[in-house]
T-cell receptor, first 115, second 117 residues
Framework: NAGVTQTPKFRILKIGQSMTLQCAQDMNHNYMYWYRQDPGMGLKLIYYSVGAGITDKGEVPNGYNVSRSTTEDFPLRLELAAPSQTSVYFC??????????????FGSGTRLTVV | AQKVTQAQTEISVVEKEDVTLDCVYETRDTTYYLFWYKQPPSGELVFLIRRNSFDEQNEISGRYSWNFQKSTSSFNFTITASQVVDSAVYFCALSEAEIQGAQKLVFGQGTRLTINP
């Protein structure tokens, strides 16, 4: 059972380039999330999804796009990379049981540097 | 709006000392969840505890204990008899009542704990 898998682990982008950060979970969790962690800071929510085809913005969505075509995958797209997007990106998932949410699981992170 | 404050940026103690990490939160909801995560130097996030706002009982797990006080909006974390392996950044986080079940976490800035041999 792999949990939440993020690829790549490291990436260097040039300003203006685009890339997709991949996130996959094999726990059949319905909720998925993307966070970013800037140096010396806590995590901030970029986007989240409550199920396939449904996504919504978090606290810091500008410069990013997401899609959720399947329950398992939740890719994060950077269209025009900027130095301000240099960060560590974490994907996470959780599931619901009744009105409660459980099993909050984070991936190991993607360290992105924009130069 | 939600906010989590971890006023201690860095703490350094000698092994076997007890250490308490402070967490103060702000929320308008009556139903919310509080979390603690550990981030070791390797960078992954390790879940430590989740507590809902209706459960004010303190919890102990081995050398770890948590003190939840709604009256002061605090959820402090104590490590007893600290060990070098406890060295990490510790994050406190808050989630308000879920929207469609999604749990959006708001994190504090973290406390870097160094345990010296």
């Amino acid at each position: 059972n792999a949990g939440v898998t993020q690829t790549p682990k490291f990436r260097i982008l040039k300003i203006g380039q685009s890339m997709t950060l991949q996130c996959a979970q094999d726990m059949n969790h319905n909720y998925m999330y993307w966070y970013r962690q800037d140096p010396g800071m806590g995590l901030k929510l970029i986007y989240y999804s409550v199920g396939a085809g449904i996504t919504d913005k978090g606290e810091v969505p500008n410069g990013y796009n997401v899609s959720r075509s399947t329950t398992e995958d939740f890719p994060l797209r950077l269209e025009l990379a900027a130095p301000s997007q240099t960060s560590v990106y974490f994907c996470a998932s959780s599931y619901s049981a009744g009105r409660e949410s459980y099993g909050y699981t984070f991936g190991s992170g993607t360290r992105l540097t924009v130069v | 709006a939600q906010k989590v404050t971890q006023a201690q940026t860095e703490i350094s103690v000698v092994e076997k000392e007890d250490v308490t990490l402070d967490c103060v939160y702000e929320t308008r909801d009556t139903t919310y969840y509080l979390f603690w995560y550990k981030q070791p130097p390797s960078g992954e996030l390790v879940f430590l505890i989740r507590r809902n706002s209706f459960d004010e009982q303190n919890e102990i797990s081995g050398r770890y204990s948590w003190n939840f006080q709604k009256s002061t909006s605090s959820f402090n974390f104590t490590i007893t008899a600290s060990q070098v392996v406890d060295s990490a950044v510790y994050f406190c986080a808050l989630s308000e009542a879920e929207i469609q079940g999604a749990q959006k976490l708001v994190f504090g800035q973290g406390t870097r704990l160094t345990i010296n041999p």
